[in-house]
């Protein structure tokens, strides 16, 4: 293992594919005619506080999370399943994935009469497991990242004949996935720039084959998490690199690495790769839910969080932010917004120690309340050896505009002789 965490090149550079002989535009504008019934043509919803708060031109919103089954990965996994012999379609087919590639294989199944079987990572979300059994596949859970699934669906595809339809790598994926950038052209003819979450590759590599085919000048850029920042490694030393460990909440690009087919479109095709937080993924879920009225994954929002962090600089440029998908359970969102509300300062928790438990818990909220603020949450805590023995503890969440005003709401319940402030967020 290298000394940045990563494998050694798993891939000599020789034996990997040209671009061309991956995808075309051709290939793309076929995929589109065989998807033109099957999926929805997503909207692009424009942008001025984004562009205000980036810098660019204009800032147009590719909703992919408003896509048939809830992303873009249904576009490729009907696109290549569409293609199948009708031996294959016999046998059935088999695939792995973080939750979107398994909906789309589901329900592209579902639409072609083709029995599925979904092998999904321990992280995949319930509901995104639900969803793919709700579609008619059977799911199978196994192993702690992507790889693993990945290797385990391999193994069923040999054991029972089943085919393996690949999330990435894969050109008639690819081609699919590439639809959205033919209807970026059409909805955003001032394009300039394109942001992009990747995984594995596949999506940014058919949107970038339509873009550089149309007009090499275009930027695209993609978007990985710091915690699974394979493709730019890649890119620099020329070989694949596999990273040795995966630690990110956007399970959606929670891949290890790109394949010969994704990394030879890559490699050729996408002119940059950024890394964001989860953290700032977090504040990009959140403002995409308060401005945008949109409910996002982590990985749907990573472009929006590059577009945020200054990441890539945009300075007076027509940007394209792919939303990618929208595939999260409510408890996980409402957890991803309060990080992303602390983040931008107008969110806290803080201890309290109050006396006449819960008498005073009027005084509590009426304070929070005279001073502008709103509770979120307030709920008694487990007795720890720093605690003041004469008063309970308490653990409040207090919502506000920003940090001098959530500073004001905590001094003003300190202030209060029933109730002391221990430690808080803000500290």
Same mark, same amino acid.
């Given at each position: 293992?290298?000394?940045?965490?990563?494998?050694? +090149?798993?891939?000599?550079?020789?034996?990997?594919?040209?671009?061309?002989?991956?995808?075309?535009?051709?290939?793309?504008?076929?995929?589109?005619?065989?998807?033109?019934?099957?999926?929805?043509?997503?909207?692009?919803?424009?942008?001025?506080?984004?562009?205000?708060?980036?810098?660019?031109?204009?800032?147009?919103?590719?909703?992919?999370?408003?896509?048939?089954?809830?992303?873009?990965?249904?576009?490729?996994?009907?696109?290549?399943?569409?293609?199948?012999?009708?031996?294959?379609?016999?046998?059935?087919?088999?695939?792995?994935?973080? +939750?979107?590639?398994?909906?789309?294989?589901?329900?592209?199944?579902?639409?072609?009469?083709?029995?599925?079987?979904?092998?999904?990572?321990?992280?995949?979300?319930?509901?995104?497991?639900?969803?793919?059994?709700?579609?008619?596949?059977?799911?199978?859970?196994?192993?702690?990242?992507?790889?693993?699934?990945?290797?385990?669906?391999?193994?069923?595809?040999?054991?029972?004949?089943?085919?393996?339809?690949?999330?990435?790598?894969?050109?008639?994926?690819?081609?699919?996935?590439?639809?959205?950038?033919?209807?970026?052209?059409?909805?955003?003819?001032?394009?300039?720039?394109?942001?992009?979450?990747?995984?594995?590759?596949?999506?940014?590599?058919?949107?970038?084959?339509?873009?550089?085919?149309?007009?090499?000048?275009?930027?695209?850029? +993609?978007?990985?998490?710091?915690?699974?920042?394979?493709?730019?490694?890649?890119?620099?030393?020329?070989?694949?690199?596999?990273?040795?460990?995966?630690?990110?909440?956007?399970? +959606?690009?929670?891949?290890?690495?790109?394949?010969?087919?994704?990394?030879?479109?890559?490699?050729?095709?996408?002119?940059?790769?950024?890394?964001?937080?989860?953290?700032?993924?977090?504040?990009?879920?959140?403002?995409?839910?308060?401005?945008?009225?949109?409910?996002?994954?982590?990985?749907?929002?990573?472009?929006?969080?590059?577009?945020?962090?200054?990441?890539?600089?945009?300075?007076?440029?027509?940007?394209?932010?792919?939303?990618?998908?929208?595939?999260?359970?409510?408890?996980?969102?409402?957890?991803?917004?309060?990080?992303?509300?602390?983040?931008?300062?107008?969110?806290?928790?803080?201890?309290?120690?109050?006396?006449?438990?819960?008498?005073?818990?009027?005084?509590?909220?009426?304070?929070?309340?005279?001073?502008?603020?709103?509770?979120?949450?307030?709920?008694?805590?487990?007795?720890?050896?720093?605690?003041?023995?004469?008063?309970?503890?308490?653990?409040?969440?207090?919502?506000?505009?920003?940090?001098?005003?959530?500073?004001?709401?905590?001094?003003?319940?300190?202030?209060?002789?029933?109730?002391?402030?221990?430690?808080?967020?803000?500290?």
């Amino acid at each position: 293992m290298s000394s940045d965490g990563s494998n050694d +090149g798993i891939s000599d550079a020789d034996e990997i594919p040209a671009a061309e002989e991956v995808v075309t535009l051709a290939d793309v504008e076929a995929a589109r005619n065989r998807l033109e019934d099957v999926v929805h043509c997503t909207p692009l919803d424009r942008s001025t506080t984004f562009a205000e708060r980036s810098g660019a031109a204009s800032v147009g919103l590719k909703l992919e999370n408003m896509q048939r089954t809830g992303s873009f990965k249904i576009r490729g996994a009907y696109n290549a399943m569409a293609q199948l012999s009708p031996a294959e379609c016999e046998r059935g087919v088999v695939a792995s994935s973080a +939750g979107n590639h398994a909906q789309g294989v589901a329900f592209a199944g579902q639409l072609l009469d083709i029995e599925t079987t979904i092998v999904v990572p321990e992280v995949t979300p319930s509901a995104k497991r639900e969803a793919t059994r709700g579609y008619g596949a059977e799911v199978v859970v196994s192993g702690d990242i992507y790889e693993r699934s990945y290797e385990h669906a391999l193994d069923l595809a040999d054991e029972d004949e089943l085919t393996f339809v690949h999330p990435f790598n894969d050109e008639r994926i690819i081609a699919g996935q590439g639809t959205v950038g033919l209807e970026l052209l059409e909805q955003f003819p001032e394009l300039d720039t394109v942001l992009v979450s990747i995984g594995g590759g596949g999506l940014i590599s058919g949107i970038a084959t339509v873009l550089k085919a149309h007009d090499p000048d275009f930027r695209v850029v +993609g978007v990985q998490p710091e915690g699974a920042f394979h493709a730019k490694p890649s890119l620099e030393r020329g070989e694949i690199h596999e990273l040795s460990d995966v630690n990110t909440v956007a399970e +959606g690009i929670a891949d290890a690495r790109l394949l010969e087919k994704s990394f030879a479109v890559v490699r050729e095709r996408v002119d940059d790769v950024v890394s964001v937080s989860d953290r700032e993924m977090s504040v990009a879920v959140t403002l995409l839910a308060e401005r945008a009225k949109t409910v996002a994954e982590t990985a749907g929002a990573a472009p929006l969080a590059a577009l945020l962090s200054g990441a890539v600089d945009v300075e007076g440029e027509n940007v394209a932010v792919v939303v990618s998908g929208g595939n999260v359970n409510l408890a996980e969102h409402a957890e991803l917004t309060r990080t992303g509300r602390m983040e931008l300062g107008r969110y806290a928790e803080a201890r309290l120690g109050v006396d006449d438990w819960p008498t005073v818990l009027d005084i509590l909220a009426a304070t929070v309340e005279r001073h502008g603020a709103e509770l979120d949450v307030l709920e008694r805590a487990r007795r720890t050896a720093a605690d003041d023995p004469n008063r309970t503890p308490v653990i409040v969440g207090v919502e506000g505009s920003g940090p001098d005003h959530l500073s004001d709401v905590l001094n003003a319940l300190d202030e209060r002789d029933e109730i002391s402030v221990g430690n808080s967020t803000m500290d």
